[in-house]
């Protein structure tokens, strides 16, 4: 994501207030780029209508669509500085007409507000939100109500220690996109790298084994590693964290203790059962999150629901 030229702004019907435009229109300020206001709508109750002819189902339909887009035009008269277009698509599952969209329209960034939980005051990630991460082609930039403010800071989350040849070019991705990022956003950027603990059962089974000696050869390896990484960005040692333990709680314990706006991660975009059985540290970290979210894919990455 060199630069974002085309951002899709996603709607969400239940907000007066869109967050999600927002960003795209504060992203749209700094890099030129177009804007799409873009609404997946579906009326479940139109398919309790079969004993209407396919004339009058139509119609019906049609009407929800223009209420929706008269919305939208009283929506986007919020922003009179910036031209934004709208579509209006009439669809049951809200993350395929999203994808779908990005794969025929080419858009650079996906940008979508985050539901919050009242109560507790973080983040909730709905169902089109896990499948966004997971299938979109595109950058998906998840947000909150809050804007970034200037000076702010910036998480890259890398494996630097993978030998996995996705994992290393999802490194280097997520490190050109945050950087890109933080010059848009006038940020700091650090980079957060978890390392395992020792296993207990070597330490009980191999009665030799020097637990504390494992553990700091373990840390040297992810912190040379992570080193070389920042330093191949231009980054220094000091902008820099390696904390023991899982990247689902260190993550968001550097994020919260950083008070970072943004957390940039990858994302293999596993699905069905090899999701099942690998499992996705991405989606563990950013279910435990309570910032904004940018999620990449691989370069070359193909989404399931492309033809």
């Not at 907000?15 to 206001?37: C, N, P």
Request: aromatic letters at 6%; hydrophobic letters at 40%.
């Amino acid at each position: 994501m060199e630069s974002i030229k085309n951002i899709l702004a996603v709607i969400d019907p239940t907000k007066e207030h869109q967050h999600s435009l927002d960003r795209a229109v504060s992203l749209a300020a700094k890099t030129g780029a177009k804007i799409t206001a873009f609404l997946s709508i579906y009326d479940f109750s139109y398919e309790m209508t079969t004993m209407l002819s396919k004339e009058e189902r139509e119609a019906m339909r049609d009407a929800v669509i223009s209420d929706r887009q008269n919305w939208i035009v009283e929506l986007l008269a919020e922003y009179p500085n910036c031209a934004i277009e709208s579509q209006v698509v009439w669809h049951n599952r809200p993350f395929e007409s999203i994808i779908k969209a990005v794969l025929e329209q080419n858009y650079d960034l996906v940008v979508k507000s985050t539901h919050q939980h009242d109560t507790l005051k973080s983040v909730i990630f709905t169902p089109t939100d896990w499948h966004l991460i997971r299938k979109c082609p595109s950058p998906v930039l998840l947000v909150k109500e809050q804007s970034w403010p200037e000076n702010g800071h910036i998480l890259a989350a890398v494996n630097a220690v993978s030998d996995d040849e996705l994992h290393l070019e999802l490194n280097d991705r997520i490190m050109k996109d945050a950087q890109f990022i933080c010059r848009l956003a006038n940020a700091k950027l650090s980079l957060v790298n978890a390392y395992p603990a020792t296993p207990v059962n070597i330490a009980i089974e191999i009665p030799e084994f020097n637990p504390s000696q494992y553990t700091e050869a373990v840390k040297k390896h992810h912190q040379d590693s992570t080193y070389a990484l920042a330093e191949k960005y231009g980054l220094s040692k000091e902008d820099c964290i390696v904390k023991e333990g899982l990247p689902e709680d260190v993550i968001p314990f550097v994020a919260k203790d950083n008070r970072t706006e943004l957390v940039v991660i990858g994302s293999v975009g596993r699905t069905g059962l090899s999701a099942a059985l690998i499992g996705n540290t991405a989606e563990h970290v950013i279910d435990n999150l309570d910032c904004d979210v940018l999620a990449l894919k691989p370069d070359g990455y193909k989404s399931p629901l492309a033809d």
